[in-house]
């Protein structure tokens, strides 16, 4: 069964500084990986996707992920972070074959200090 | 374009009894997802809805059951509640594939006491 590892439960930054979370996902089929943010007291909201073709995606607000399918990996980084930011961040995986029902890892929460 | 919206936004239950949780889809969505996150863990998916029919399960028993409805809304049911049924209740509406995105509802926390 497909399972999502998140490393990182916490991740403490300060503001400006890069910032990796890290994603390994189990199985080497067909998949998509998704990467979704919660703020405090909401809902997930899509940060960025991969499904097929170029292996680095981009959200509008800085952040990237490269697919590196022979480490399964979908690593989420942003050069320089701000306050706004913090949340926590969750990794998403989909089987292509699947209904669509979205497999998750336990979350990193990153908390960016001024 | 309305989102996805669930209620009630809280709800305080005792072991044993039943809940209902409600969800509406967002317009042009025919898909519903259902997933249960506890505190400090990601969602786990509970089932899914497609055109009112059962789509897929995960490893939930059978007393979380649902329905969804014509207009693609859909109700959660949970029975004979336990203190472990405590968590976030995230809806979220798609158009019902794989790579499509689901967007999720600010959820339902439910507190069984």
């Known amino acids: 069964a497909q399972s999502v590892t998140q490393l990182d439960s916490q991740v403490p930054v300060f503001e400006e500084a890069p910032v990796e979370l890290r994603c390994n996902y189990s199985s080497s089929v067909s998949v998509y990986l998704f990467w979704y943010v919660q703020y405090p007291n909401q809902g997930l909201q899509l940060l960025l996707k991969y499904l097929s073709g170029s292996t680095l995606v981009e959200s509008i607000n800085g952040f990237e992920a490269e697919f590196n399918k022979s480490q399964t990996s979908f690593h989420l980084r942003k050069p320089s972070v701000h306050i706004s930011d913090t949340a926590e961040y969750f990794c998403?995986?989909?089987?292509?074959?699947?209904?669509?029902?979205?497999?998750f890892g336990k979350g990193t929460k990153l908390s960016v200090k001024p | 374009e309305t989102g996805v919206t669930q209620s009630p936004t809280h709800l305080i239950k005792t072991r044993g009894q039943q809940v209902t949780l409600r969800c509406s889809s967002q317009s042009g969505h025919n898909t519903v997802s259902w997933y249960q996150q506890a505190l400090g863990q990601g969602p786990q998916f509970i089932f899914q809805y497609y055109r009112e029919e059962e789509n897929g399960r995960g490893n939930f028993p059978p007393r979380f059951s649902g329905l969804q409805f014509p207009n693609y809304s859909s109700e959660l049911n949970v029975n004979a509640l336990e203190l472990d049924d405590s968590a976030l209740y995230l809806c979220?509406?798609?158009?019902?594939?794989?790579?499509?995105?689901?967007?999720f509802g600010p959820g339902t926390r439910l507190l069984v006491l």
């Open positions: 998403a995986v989909s089987d292509e074959g699947s209904q669509g029902n979205l497999i």
């Open positions: 979220a509406s798609s158009q019902g594939t794989a790579q499509e995105t689901q967007y």
